[in-house]
């Protein structure tokens, strides 16, 4: 793809929000995949996304699954789509043990560039895996301060995480105590009204 002249980046800086999306979803390899401009070999396909194979695999019927709508990063996914992709990834991850015999399999979402993302719309990988393939999904775990886990845990749990209708209650004083006693995060929710 051509460099852009600092004309051009300055154009798309002043573009509406809109056009700026259409312009992205006209140029998305996974949004003409949706469309059919690039062929694919979709393994399944409803209202909200398909699965293809992807064609630079990590192992022999690696799955990803896509919106058909441009979304660039998880946080952009309707509930309801995601919601969708995630029963989807569980029928495919079902069908690589009986239709492959795979050994296990790994759901990866890489959602940033910072998580490795390669292009700017959101899937994810269903990565059928074997006994010594080869893949290491590891990482070395890190030796975090009590003071750093201290404030994560206050900056994630200052404000309610909102999840459809469900909100995180406040964890009272005694409940943090128990928690970092046990080192487990104890999550408790209830409905909105």
Sequence with gaps: MPELTPEQVEQLKNLPPEKLAELQKQNCPFCMIVSGKIPAKRIYEDGDCIAILDINPANLGHVLILPKEHYQIITQVPEETLAVMTRVSKAVSTALFNSLEVHGTNLLVQNGPAADQKAP????????????????????????????????????????????????????????????????????FERVP
């Design 121 to 188: 719309h959101f899937l994810m990988h269903v990565i059928p895996r074997f006994e010594e393939d080869g893949l290491n999904f590891g990482w070395q775990p890190k030796k975090i301060s009590e003071e750093d886990m201290d404030r994560v845990f206050n900056k994630l749990t200052e404000k309610p995480i909102l999840i459809g209708t469900i909100k995180q209650k406040p964890i009272e004083e005694k409940e943090k105590e128990k928690v970092k006693e046990d080192s487990n995060l104890i999550r408790s």
